[in-house]
């Protein structure tokens, strides 16, 4: 197969460069933005590595005076966003680029919606309309550059921002946060180790499978999230045996923007869980939907039966029932290398009742499709640490 077919430009939704090699238009994206000299924002860990490296390169190379920022936490909390807003505005800046995993493209956008606001970034909370309280001519222009495929945070319109103050990780929200101009390049995945390979591509997949049941009505999203699915099943697997296989990983990096586009119909209870969980226990995002996906799965049965037979069928499973759906995600987890329980990552039951109240305060709980209590959140999350399907 030729590589050739993942090369094209989409302006859905947002405009996308897809295809390999296309971070050499980096600088150009940033010119096309009006930026001379933007700040470049990513994970720590990624700062010597060949990704960040070519790209601040190709940024120096076309005369852009271009800063690097690195302060985010795998979890990106307040302080990394105050921090970067002042590296912005000590640097004189114009603009920012996005390049990373989804800590830093979340911190990126919080950090250039923030550079032109005078109030806390906790009055920005996706409640209600407060976004309407955002001076919007204050946002700094985005080009995302995502080194992971999982979040989708490219192509969202929202940040997940941890108060490290009262434990909690909120959604911070503006439209102008999309990024306007996004650069989709398979090969910046190719360095992944296979299991965050694994964490974040579970990660994709929860984006798309909870859109997917979110009753929420949205036939675009719905589509798109089908599809997203389905890429994820026949791709995931060989993404994390084979790093290097460009087809896997440009397949993995289009379902994760996929996930993330769909999810504007909704999430649900992986993830209403899965936050409060990220933020007491700092544990990795994706793995944690990726433990819990089965067990909510479960506990939405009766609400989704309908919808998962007919993606069953799309996905052409062997056993197209609920139960062989199920079946197949406890063996995707398995060949993927995911742990059965959340007590096998250090997480036990002390706090059971605290994540279920949280869960249900969470944003995410309103796209579940069953409006679950604090007792039924809290007991499965009692589940999933006890491995108890
Ligand atoms: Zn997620």
Not at 125 to 133: A, I, P, T
Not at 349 to 364: F, I, L, N
């Amino acid at each position: 197969m030729s590589l050739d077919q993942f090369t094209a430009n989409w302006n859905y939704p947002t405009s996308v460069r897809s295809g390999i090699g296309r971070i050499h238009e980096l600088a150009d994206a940033c010119k096309e933005l009006g930026m001379t000299s933007p700040l470049m924002i990513t994970d720590p860990g990624l700062a010597s590595l060949p990704p960040v490296k070519n790209a601040f390169q190709i940024c120096m190379n076309a005369d852009l005076s271009c800063k690097l920022f690195t302060n985010i936490k795998g979890n990106p909390n307040g302080r990394n966003v105050a921090d970067g807003v002042n590296a912005f505005k000590n640097g004189d800046h114009d603009g920012v680029i996005a390049l990373g995993g989804g800590s830093a493209l979340d911190a990126a956008k919080a950090i250039a919606l923030m550079v032109g606001q005078k109030r806390s970034i906790w009055d920005f909370e996706d409640v209600g309309d407060n976004w309407l309280r955002v001076n919007a001519e204050g946002i700094a222009p985005i080009v995302a550059v995502p080194t992971t495929a999982g979040t989708g945070s490219e192509v969202g319109r929202a940040s997940v921002i941890t108060d490290e103050e009262n434990y909690v990780k909120k959604i911070i929200f503006h439209p102008k946060m999309l990024p306007e101009i996004v650069i989709l390049d398979a090969e910046l995945t190719t360095g992944l180790p296979g299991k965050i390979t694994a964490a974040t591509g579970m990660d994709a997949l929860s984006h798309n499978l909870e859109a997917y049941c979110s009753p929420f009505y949205h036939p675009m999203a719905q589509g798109i999230a089908l599809e997203g699915i389905r890429l994820v099943k026949d791709f995931l697997p060989l993404a994390v045996t084979d790093g290097s296989d460009l087809e896997a990983r440009s397949q993995m990096i289009v379902a994760s923007s996929m996930g993330a586009t769909a999810f504007q119909k909704g999430l649900g209870g992986m993830h209403a869980l899965a936050h409060p969980l990220g933020a007491l226990y700092d544990t990795h995002h994706g793995l944690l939907n990726a433990v819990l996906m089965p067990y909510v799965l479960k506990a939405n049965r009766e609400a989704i039966e309908g919808c998962i037979t007919r993606l069953a069928n799309y996905l052409q499973l062997e056993d197209g029932s609920f139960d062989g759906f199920l079946n197949w995600v406890l063996e995707l987890r398995k060949t993927v290398g995911i742990p059965h329980s959340l007590s096998e990552i250090g997480i036990d039951t002390a706090q059971a009742e605290k994540v279920g109240v949280m869960a249900t305060e969470d944003p995410s709980a309103g796209g579940n499709p069953i409006t679950f209590t604090t007792s039924q959140y809290a007991s499965i999350f009692t589940k999933a640490v006890n491995g108890d399907l």
